[in-house]
Antibody, heavy 121, light 106 residues
């Protein structure tokens, strides 16, 4: 069964750092681009970052560029989101998601369970 | 960035109703659009990809249409489990952009 299991998240002070993880199983991880999407409380979905299967190409939303870094360890079938210089408006549930096909820009067919990140003093 | 304008933002309907949600892109995105359903407290779920292809396991009462800039999601006969929020997402380029969402309420 294809599955994404998220970990990390929690409460962090403004200016702090946090790393989210997303462990994949049930598919050939290195073949598929992966993505992070977030949802602030009571609001809609916002794309955050994406990475190619090989890890050679990465994309970040302007709102996180220079502060967040998406990466992956294909030997561990794990996706990461390193979040630095966190701000209150980064408070959200963060989801990892798998691309449906072996394309860099694609629909997201499998999602993680989500993890809450709260930035507050 | 491509802007995705979704309407309506909320919709009241009853079990058995036929409902349509629309999404308009600020530029031609071919058929590179997906529709997602989100139940409160849960992760989004892919319903439709490539504008009109039904994701495996999704009931056939869901359908999608459109190309270019105008797209629709139709639910032919609402079931109780369909009351949720629906989002469109353009799969054309980066930055990826979602519509604002449509909350479907009883």
């Amino acid at each position: 069964e294809v599955h994404l299991l998220q970990s990390g998240g929690g409460l962090v002070q403004p200016g702090g750092s946090l790393r989210l993880s997303c462990a994949a199983s049930g598919f050939t991880f290195t073949t598929y681009a992966m993505t992070w999407v977030r949802q602030a409380p009571g609001t809609g979905l916002e794309w955050v970052s994406s990475i190619s299967g090989s890890g050679d190409s990465t994309f970040h939303a302007d709102s996180v560029k220079g502060r967040f870094t998406i990466s992956r360890d294909n030997s561990k079938n794990t996706l990461y989101l390193q979040m630095n210089s966190l701000r209150a408006d980064d408070t959200a549930v963060y989801y990892c998601a798998k691309s449906k096909y072996q394309l860099l820009v694609d629909a997201f067919d499998i999602w993680g369970q989500g993890t809450m990140v709260t930035v507050s003093s | 960035a491509i802007q995705m304008t979704q309407s309506p933002s909320s919709l009241s309907a009853s079990v058995g109703d036929r409902v349509t949600i629309t999404c308009r892109a600020s530029q031609d995105i071919r058929n590179d659009l997906g529709w997602y359903q989100q139940i409160p407290g849960k992760a989004p779920k892919l319903l439709i990809y490539d504008a009109s292809s039904l994701q495996s396991g999704v009931p056939s009462r869901f359908s999608g249409s459109g190309s270019g800039t105008d797209f629709t999601l139709t639910i032919s006969s609402l079931q109780p489990e369909d009351f949720a929020t629906y989002y469109c997402l353009q799969d054309y380029n980066y930055p990826r952009t979602f519509g604002q969402g449509t909350k479907l309420e009883i």
